[in-house]
């Protein structure tokens, strides 16, 4: 027997017209629920008629979770007729995933109910005669976490027809909606452009800094205009005397002496006035 959280169960118990008038009753875990009928939660009509009585759970909750048994009382003697399992489908999970991805799922399990994981529309699908189904399929595998209370379901390599409902957990039920989306070809091919793109973006970037960094480079090697490269300190220094004229036809007239045929020299404009004679040694 399912329920949703929140929701309610009702419990069937049929019994032998003999019984009529014995008093009847709902234990959990073979204990009396005095508490549920306490707090308006349970309540109990006997069709003697028709020799059932049924039994109503409102507001559910995780803990409501367990093993009913329907029991008719004598003054001396207590008679189980019939047990039932109710089991609480506590939350609803949405998943969205693409071909080929791998998930995992965590499942609420308790040692004393069996394992459910099944992919089915209702949840009562799940148990044939008593026995759980389970899902299988060579992508699908479980790990088993006795001391948290948690069982894993773990699905790899993810294909279209992995979509659907499951149901997994033991005495507490999650819902889960898989839907896995094929990726097209045309995705696959948008997804290669921009990756194309952003390489050529990356290799424009990197071409552009190294070109800036070579003209930095040499431009800062080469001397300025007007500059004169200085000439190192040395014995073997060569002088030259340099005297400037006045010339009728010309502003100036430059005359340069050499005291030797081979010798270094720099040029400048050097701007002097009439009947001035500069030398440079």
């Given at each position: 027997?399912?329920?949703?959280?929140?929701?309610?169960?009702?419990?069937?118990?049929?019994?032998?017209?003999?019984?009529?008038?014995?008093?009847?009753?709902?234990?959990?875990?073979?204990?009396?629920?005095?508490?549920?009928?306490?707090?308006?939660?349970?309540?109990?009509?006997?069709?003697?008629?028709a020799s059932v009585f049924s039994v109503n759970i409102t507001g559910l909750?995780?803990?409501?979770?367990?093993?009913?048994?329907?029991?008719?009382?004598?003054?001396?003697?207590?008679?189980?007729?019939?047990?039932?399992?109710?089991?609480?489908?506590?939350?609803?999970?949405?998943?969205?995933?693409?071909?080929?991805?791998?998930?995992?799922?965590?499942?609420?399990?308790?040692?004393?109910?069996?394992?459910?994981?099944?992919?089915?529309?209702?949840?009562?699908?799940?148990?044939?005669?008593?026995?759980?189904?389970?899902?299988?399929?060579?992508?699908?595998?479980?790990?088993?976490?006795?001391?948290?209370?948690?069982?894993?379901?773990?699905?790899?390599?993810?294909?279209?027809?992995?979509?659907?409902?499951?149901?997994?957990?033991?005495?507490?039920?999650?819902?889960?909606?898989?839907?896995?989306?094929?990726?097209?070809?045309?995705?696959?091919?948008?997804?290669?452009?921009?990756?194309?793109?952003?390489?050529?973006?990356i290799l424009l970037l990197i071409g552009g800094i190294t070109l800036i960094?070579?003209?930095?480079?040499?431009?800062?090697?080469?001397?300025?205009?007007?500059?004169?490269?200085?000439?190192?300190?040395?014995?073997?220094?060569?002088?030259?005397?340099?005297?400037?004229?006045?010339?009728?036809?010309?502003?100036?007239?430059?005359?340069?002496?050499?005291?030797?045929?081979?010798?270094?020299?720099?040029?400048?404009?050097?701007?002097?006035?009439?009947?001035?004679?500069?030398?440079?040694?």
């Amino acid at each position: 027997m399912f329920g949703d959280e929140g929701g309610s169960a009702q419990i069937i118990c049929p019994y032998d017209p003999i019984y009529k008038s014995k008093s009847k009753k709902l234990l959990k875990n073979f204990t009396d629920i005095k508490t549920l009928m306490e707090m308006n939660r349970l309540s109990l009509n006997d069709d003697t008629t028709a020799s059932v009585f049924s039994v109503n759970i409102t507001g559910l909750t995780a803990e409501d979770a367990g093993k009913y048994s329907c029991a008719v009382t004598s003054e001396t003697d207590v008679i189980y007729l019939y047990s039932h399992l109710i089991i609480i489908i506590k939350q609803e999970l949405l998943l969205y995933k693409s071909e080929g991805d791998n998930m995992s799922m965590e499942c609420k399990h308790h040692a004393e109910y069996q394992k459910v994981f099944c992919k089915a529309h209702e949840v009562s699908m799940c148990v044939n005669d008593g026995v759980s189904q389970s899902v299988r399929d060579d992508g699908f595998s479980l790990s088993d976490e006795t001391s948290t209370g948690v069982f894993t379901v773990n699905i790899s390599h993810l294909r279209e027809e992995h979509s659907g409902i499951y149901w997994c957990g033991s005495h507490i039920i999650t819902k889960v909606h898989l839907n896995v989306t094929r990726v097209s070809d045309s995705s696959v091919m948008k997804m290669m452009m921009i990756a194309v793109l952003c390489v050529c973006v990356i290799l424009l970037l990197i071409g552009g800094i190294t070109l800036i960094i070579v003209y930095k480079f040499k431009h800062n090697k080469t001397p300025g205009l007007g500059s004169l490269p200085t000439i190192p300190s040395s014995d073997n220094v060569l002088y030259a005397a340099v005297s400037f004229h006045e010339h009728e036809d010309s502003v100036s007239d430059v005359t340069v002496a050499f005291s030797k045929e081979q010798i270094l020299t720099d040029y400048a404009t050097v701007r002097h006035t009439q009947d001035s004679t500069n030398t440079c040694i």
